[in-house]
């Protein structure tokens, strides 16, 4: 099999083809790098069709011209495309001229390495200046990465002289990047908002799993009417909330204003109580919660609730499901049983119901 030689000396030895003529690629500072026109043409289709373009075209004496980046440069590039090789040393001192090379002169496995090795290198200070390079050499990935970097850091980047070159030169590049920081911060409060809302709907949904509990099994200090209060004070799990509920339930049986004459915490508690029975899943007769069969019996007569309540009720519905399920995977987990409720004799007759 045919070794490709790693460099253009190396060439004229390997190749053993001593009459083929060299191509010599002229860089700006005038340096001449004589190069194999097959090798060339074979890691880039677009030097082959200058290299195979009719003569008349182009120079009678076989010169490329590589301008515009250092000569040093230019020779790293050239051994790249004898070699596919270049080291970590030469990425670190000609990414940006190698990658600028790599999408003019279509050397796509050279694009992937410098645009993996600008990503790593990227800094406050180079960021705008590598992504004015992504964005004209069509290199995407590096494209991204130099934008969210300068998304995430605007306050030190607008600082830099680049940025400040870019926004004289450049407005509306200034502009692309100014929209994707405003669509980012949108979406990131956006996705705040829905953390937030997330969270109330399990709170609701824990409610309603307190609600249940005090209403049928009983609590410290509120109780189910048809059983025997009892003297065991072990809080249950979810205590913080079930206690909360039960100095409401107290308050909402003894309060004189109640609904009507506008009590602000009988009315949450009465929203609760509507919210149990409109994801209750128990038969009427079963259910023990306060109110439960009254506002199922509203609903049945057709009362319309409006669009926000239905959504409320979706949304704790669906909380509800998703902490069951989590609960479940827990206790198969833990395989431990709840420590137990105590009930201690408030009688939940004494409701408003
Ligand atoms: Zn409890
Ligand atoms: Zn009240
Ligand atoms: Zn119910």
């Not at 004189?256 to 209750?280: A, D, T």
Request: hydrophobic residues 35%.
């Amino acid at each position: 099999m045919c070794r490709r030689p790693t460099s253009p000396s190396e060439s004229n030895d390997a190749s053993g083809d001593s009459t083929e003529t060299y191509i010599q690629i002229v860089t700006s500072g005038g340096r001449r790098i004589p190069a194999h026109p097959k090798i060339l043409a074979s890691a880039s289709t677009v030097l082959e069709s200058i290299i195979y373009k009719p003569r008349k075209h182009r120079s009678s004496e076989n010169i490329i011209p590589i301008l515009g980046v250092p000569c040093d440069a230019v020779e790293v590039f050239v051994g790249f495309l004898y070699s596919n090789k270049c080291t970590e040393e030469d990425m670190e001192k000609y990414g940006i001229h190698l990658l600028a090379l790599s999408h003019v002169y279509l050397v796509p496995q050279l694009k992937s390495r410098c645009t993996k090795a600008l990503i790593e290198r990227l800094t406050i200070e180079n960021v705008v200046d590598v992504l004015q390079l992504a964005r004209l050499c069509d290199a995407p990935d590096l494209y991204l990465k130099c934008v969210k970097l300068v998304s995430n850091s605007f306050k030190a980047v607008e600082k830099t002289e680049g940025w400040k070159f870019l926004q004289t030169n450049d407005p509306f590049l200034e502009l692309e990047i100014l929209q994707f920081i405003d669509e980012s911060e949108s979406w990131r409060n956006r996705s705040r908002k829905r953390r937030k809302e997330q969270s109330l709907f399990l709170q609701l949904s824990e409610a309603m799993d307190c609600l249940e509990h005090i209403c049928t099994d009983g609590c410290i200090s509120v109780g189910p009417y048809d059983k025997k209060p009892t003297r065991n004070i072990s809080p249950c799990s979810k205590f913080s909330t079930c206690q909360g509920l039960q100095l409401s339930i107290q308050h909402v049986a003894h309060c004189k204003k109640r609904v009507n004459e506008g009590c602000v915490r009988c009315k949450r508690m009465w929203q609760l109580f509507k919210l149990h029975s409109s994801i209750c899943e128990l038969p009427d007769s079963t259910c023990k919660v306060p109110l439960c069969r009254r506002f199922r019996t509203q609903n049945m007569k057709g009362k319309k609730q409006d669009g926000k309540w239905e959504l409320l009720v979706r949304k704790v519905t669906l909380a509800k499901a998703t902490s069951s399920l989590l609960l479940s995977k827990r206790k198969r987990n833990e395989k431990e049983p709840a420590p137990p409720c105590g009930i201690n004799g408030y009688d939940i007759r004494n409701l408003v119901c």
